[in-house]
């Protein structure tokens, strides 16, 4: 394992210095002129030779869909010009665009119309390259179009069923019938799925393209939720099935429709029905689906290979663990027929393993004290594992190979930093999206030996903008929580005096598994940071217990008692800093958004006599009112543990208060409920106490649009000046 850069006690070990101008940076750079916007390659699609992608181009009001050289980005051909190329005497103003996998279609995808987080209407066309000629896929917006492998027919969900177009008769087949909202949802994920298994799409064709497997989600008996939109005279009033902790959740089944002959069967998944399928995944056999089974708990995960003639089902694989698992998609099937590579935590950390479920034999492929980010590809001919981990460096992310026996691994970025790896097409070339925290993020094309073959997008122009700013000096730390070191960072105002006394403002996220600490450009927040930096104010950020890429141990520590490590850390942190000669010990505030609401709530609460002021954006207040994949996950449900959910709740300690509070919150946040911050409200009006709040009409749970985060900002910046 490599020695890391970082690991030293001293707070300003590491100093990191972007820029030194004088220019102020105001709440219109942020939020109305996007003065430090950073660029990336947008729209960039490898073909499947390996040697070219596709990208839109944007010239004088026109779309332009071209093929360009992958290695020298010299532009080779246009595919489509929705000038000249139109839906009759439409034009069609594009969001997205997919190409069949013979590449000889694409579709089209129009005024995009988002449901929640993932899910998103589009007016879809269908383009045939070769004749020029656009059709509408239907008279309708739908979700999720989809080509067949061979590119003749395109899926597709409407008014909750599953459709399917065959493109050369233009005849559509209504796979399912019985969708209705807030019933039955065929081919699409009900609202808990979505966000909580990160995937919207509930169908997928199999390899030959004879089958189209989907979810059927029965979501009749789980409890609604309404929101009111304040539209008009009177409310509209949005109902929808939002299953809270300890609620049922939807019945759900996977069938399998087989196109030749239009007849449907059930996967074998049994009985239980108050369970989880996380994912489906076809394996390289065209006949044989791979369903993922999870129990309710979430500890334990079984993967059924499934027959796709009759839906019978054998067990290939199955994980326990003491606490939880966490689902993703890092599993690829091999040709063999009987084996993959899958990631799992057996080892205390995230690693990649090939396992063979026909021996069965487990390789470990990546050993060590280092945490797995992500499996980004498999070369099957070169027998080559692609992925990314961090292993410098909790704070680092590098791109490594190894064979499939776990052996020959190298690593292929070897600069400090953060790469974030996309691959093309064959594997030749890898897009590397690198950053350093004081270096603005390069788009670098690299070959499959990891040499820079050239760079896709410099963000020179953000480099050159930042110079014209007098910026903070920004130093990655580590500083003593409850019970260890942390990892840190701190920015410091322009012109910093040791010697003086300034008030620190720390802001931290901190729910399971996520990181806000790490050597990558911007971090959260980042302008805002700097811009009350150039007002005097400390900031600083710590990623305490059971933030990721530390291992499992630490990550874990949290399970059962959401919010009281997480919380005591911070509140460690804060004393901390305030034994620091050039910190004002009485004016340390702490601000967060979502779980990060929820822990600024907690610990001005919990630690009033650490903390003068803080801001919540859009808190979970008491862990009862979220839904229940993601809380039992980490709570179980509050009829199991009724204590972890009440003891570290803000709801419940709002008699607590003593400091300056702002409570901030979207009253259509469809995610975590107005209602969160009714009962704190309600909590805080009841234990009699002075407090601040500020509601958004009609915002979801990003709180943006219009006006909206140029406001929202603005409010949070004058309630630090006053207050802290």
Same mark, same amino acid.
């Given at each position: 394992?490599?020695?890391?850069?970082?690991?030293?006690?001293?707070?300003?070990?590491?100093?990191?210095?972007?820029?030194?101008?004088?220019?102020?940076?105001?709440?219109?750079?942020?939020?109305?002129?996007?003065?430090?916007?950073?660029? +990336?390659?947008?729209? %960039?699609?490898?073909?499947?030779?390996?040697?070219?992608?596709?990208?839109?181009?944007?010239?004088?009001?026109?779309?332009?869909?071209?093929?360009? +050289?992958?290695?020298?980005?010299? #532009?080779?051909?246009?595919?489509?010009?929705?000038?000249?190329?139109?839906?009759?005497?439409?034009?069609?103003?594009?969001?997205?665009?997919?190409?069949?996998?013979?590449?000889?279609?694409?579709?089209?995808?129009?005024?995009?119309?988002?449901?929640?987080?993932?899910?998103?209407?589009?007016?879809?066309?269908?383009?045939?390259?070769?004749?020029?000629?656009?059709?509408?896929?239907?008279?309708?917006?739908?979700?999720?179009?989809?080509?067949?492998?061979?590119?003749?027919?395109?899926?597709?969900?409407?008014?909750?069923?599953?459709?399917?177009?065959?493109?050369?008769?233009?005849?559509?087949?209504?796979?399912?019938?019985?969708?209705?909202?807030?019933?039955?949802? +065929?081919?699409?994920?009900?609202?808990?799925?979505?966000?909580?298994?990160?995937?919207?799409?509930?169908?997928?064709?199999?390899?030959?393209?004879?089958?189209?497997?989907?979810?059927?989600?029965?979501?009749?008996?789980?409890?609604?939720?309404?929101?009111?939109? @304040?539209?008009?005279?009177?409310?509209?009033?949005?109902? $929808?099935? @939002?299953?809270?902790?300890?609620?049922?959740?939807?019945?759900?089944?996977?069938?399998?429709?087989?196109?030749?002959?239009?007849?449907?069967?059930?996967?074998?998944?049994?009985?239980?029905?108050? #369970?989880?399928?996380?994912?489906?995944?076809?394996?390289?056999?065209?006949?044989?689906?791979?369903?993922?089974?999870?129990?309710?708990?979430?500890?334990?995960?079984?993967?059924?290979?499934?027959?796709?003639?009759?839906?019978?089902?054998?067990?290939? $694989?199955?994980?326990?663990?003491?606490?939880?698992?966490?689902?993703?998609?890092? &599993?690829?099937?091999?040709?063999?027929?009987?084996?993959?590579?899958?990631?799992?935590? !057996?080892?205390?950390?995230?690693?990649?393993?090939?396992?063979?479920?026909?021996?069965?034999?487990?390789?470990?492929?990546?050993?060590?004290? %280092?945490?797995?980010?992500?499996?980004?590809?498999?070369?099957?001919?070169?027998?080559?594992? @692609?992925?990314?981990?961090?292993?410098?460096?909790?704070?680092?992310?590098?791109?490594?190979?190894?064979?499939?026996?776990?052996?020959?691994?190298?690593?292929?970025?070897?600069?400090?930093?953060?790469?974030?790896?996309?691959?093309?097409?064959?594997?030749?070339?890898? *897009?590397?999206?690198?950053?350093? *925290?004081?270096?603005?993020?390069?788009?670098?094309?690299?070959?499959?030996?990891?040499?820079?073959?050239?760079?896709? /997008?410099?963000?020179?122009?953000?480099?050159?903008?930042?110079?014209?700013?007098?910026?903070?000096? &920004?130093? &990655?730390?580590?500083?003593?929580?409850?019970?260890?070191?942390?990892?840190?960072?701190?920015?410091?105002?322009?012109?910093?005096?040791?010697?003086?006394?300034?008030?620190?403002?720390?802001?931290?996220?901190?729910?399971?598994?996520?990181?806000?600490?790490?050597?990558? %450009?911007?971090?959260?927040?980042?302008?805002?940071?700097?811009?009350?930096?150039?007002?005097? $104010?400390?900031?600083?950020?710590?990623?305490?217990?059971?933030?990721?890429?530390?291992?499992?141990?630490?990550?874990?520590?949290?399970?059962?008692?959401?919010?009281?490590?997480?919380?005591?850390?911070?509140?460690?942190?804060?004393?901390?800093?305030?034994?620091?000669?050039?910190?004002?010990?009485?004016?340390?505030?702490?601000?967060?958004?979502?779980?990060?609401?929820?822990?600024?709530?907690?610990?001005?609460?919990?630690?009033?006599?650490?903390?003068?002021?803080?801001?919540?954006?859009?808190?979970?207040?008491?862990?009862?009112? @979220?839904?229940? &994949?993601?809380?039992?996950? $980490?709570?179980?449900?509050?009829?199991? +543990?009724?204590?972890?959910?009440? /003891?570290?709740?803000?709801?419940?300690?709002?008699?607590?208060?003593?400091?300056?509070?702002?409570?901030?919150?979207?009253?259509?946040?469809?995610?975590?409920? %107005? #209602?969160?911050?009714?009962?704190?409200?309600?909590?805080?009006?009841?234990?009699?106490?002075?407090?601040?709040?500020?509601?958004?009409?009609?915002?979801?749970?990003?709180?943006?649009?219009?006006?909206?985060?140029?406001?929202?900002?603005?409010?949070?910046?004058?309630?630090?000046? !006053?207050?802290?």
């Amino acid at each position: 394992m490599r020695k890391n850069f970082w690991l030293t006690v001293a707070l300003f070990s590491t100093q990191l210095v972007l820029a030194q101008g004088t220019k102020q940076i105001t709440i219109d750079d942020l939020y109305k002129n996007n003065t430090f916007s950073v660029k +990336n390659v947008p729209g %960039f699609n490898a073909m499947r030779d390996g040697d070219y992608y596709t990208q839109i181009d944007n010239e004088e009001g026109r779309q332009l869909i071209r093929v360009y +050289n992958l290695e020298t980005g010299k #532009q080779e051909q246009t595919l489509f010009d929705n000038s000249t190329q139109k839906a009759g005497s439409a034009i069609v103003n594009i969001d997205e665009y997919i190409l069949s996998r013979d590449e000889q279609k694409m579709l089209l995808l129009s005024d995009a119309e988002n449901i929640y987080r993932r899910s998103v209407l589009h007016h879809v066309y269908v383009y045939g390259i070769e004749s020029g000629v656009v059709k509408p896929l239907d008279n309708d917006k739908v979700l999720h179009a989809t080509f067949s492998p061979d590119g003749k027919k395109v899926a597709f969900v409407k008014n909750n069923n599953l459709y399917y177009k065959d493109l050369a008769t233009d005849k559509v087949v209504q796979v399912t019938t019985d969708g209705e909202k807030n019933k039955i949802i +065929n081919g699409n994920c009900d609202w808990v799925y979505e966000e909580e298994f990160g995937f919207s799409r509930a169908f997928d064709w199999s390899k030959d393209g004879n089958y189209l497997s989907y979810y059927r989600f029965d979501e009749s008996a789980v409890p609604e939720y309404t929101i009111a939109k @304040y539209t008009g005279l009177y409310p509209e009033q949005y109902t $929808y099935k @939002y299953p809270k902790t300890g609620e049922r959740n939807s019945v759900v089944q996977i069938k399998i429709y087989d196109v030749r002959n239009g007849s449907t069967i059930n996967a074998n998944t049994g009985t239980e029905t108050d #369970q989880y399928i996380p994912r489906i995944k076809w394996t390289e056999d065209p006949s044989k689906l791979c369903v993922y089974r999870m129990n309710r708990l979430q500890n334990n995960l079984e993967l059924l290979l499934t027959s796709a003639a009759d839906g019978s089902t054998t067990t290939i $694989y199955s994980d326990n663990n003491k606490s939880y698992i966490t689902i993703d998609d890092e &599993i690829t099937f091999l040709p063999d027929g009987h084996s993959m590579i899958i990631r799992n935590e !057996k080892a205390a950390y995230s690693h990649l393993f090939h396992w063979d479920w026909k021996i069965p034999k487990l390789i470990d492929l990546t050993e060590g004290l %280092f945490d797995v980010d992500a499996l980004v590809a498999v070369d099957v001919k070169r027998e080559l594992v @692609y992925y990314t981990a961090a292993e410098n460096s909790p704070l680092e992310r590098n791109l490594y190979v190894v064979n499939f026996k776990g052996k020959k691994d190298r690593c292929l970025t070897p600069e400090r930093g953060t790469h974030a790896i996309t691959p093309c097409e064959g594997n030749n070339f890898f *897009i590397d999206k690198y950053s350093q *925290i004081n270096k603005v993020p390069v788009y670098y094309l690299r070959n499959a030996n990891g040499k820079i073959i050239r760079t896709l /997008e410099d963000n020179k122009a953000l480099d050159n903008k930042l110079k014209e700013y007098a910026l903070g000096d &920004i130093r &990655i730390m580590k500083i003593k929580g409850a019970d260890e070191m942390l990892n840190a960072w701190m920015i410091t105002p322009p012109g910093f005096d040791s010697s003086k006394k300034y008030p620190v403002l720390m802001y931290q996220y901190s729910g399971p598994g996520s990181q806000e600490v790490a050597d990558r %450009f911007p971090l959260g927040n980042y302008f805002w940071h700097q811009m009350l930096a150039q007002k005097g $104010y400390i900031v600083v950020c710590a990623d305490g217990t059971g933030t990721g890429f530390r291992g499992e141990e630490f990550r874990k520590k949290t399970y059962l008692q959401l919010g009281k490590a997480e919380s005591d850390d911070q509140i460690a942190v804060a004393k901390e800093l305030g034994k620091l000669s050039y910190v004002d010990k009485a004016r340390i505030g702490i601000w967060g958004w979502s779980y990060g609401g929820f822990m600024s709530s907690t610990c001005i609460m919990k630690g009033n006599d650490v903390f003068k002021t803080a801001i919540a954006v859009a808190p979970v207040t008491n862990w009862r009112y @979220y839904d229940n &994949i993601y809380t039992e996950r $980490y709570m179980r449900t509050p009829q199991e +543990n009724p204590s972890g959910y009440d /003891e570290n709740a803000p709801e419940k300690m709002a008699d607590k208060l003593k400091g300056n509070f702002l409570l901030i919150h979207g009253t259509a946040d469809d995610n975590v409920h %107005f #209602q969160n911050a009714v009962m704190l409200t309600s909590a805080l009006i009841r234990a009699d106490k002075d407090f601040e709040s500020e509601y958004y009409p009609d915002k979801a749970h990003g709180i943006s649009g219009g006006n909206t985060r140029h406001q929202l900002y603005k409010r949070m910046t004058n309630f630090i000046l !006053k207050n802290l």
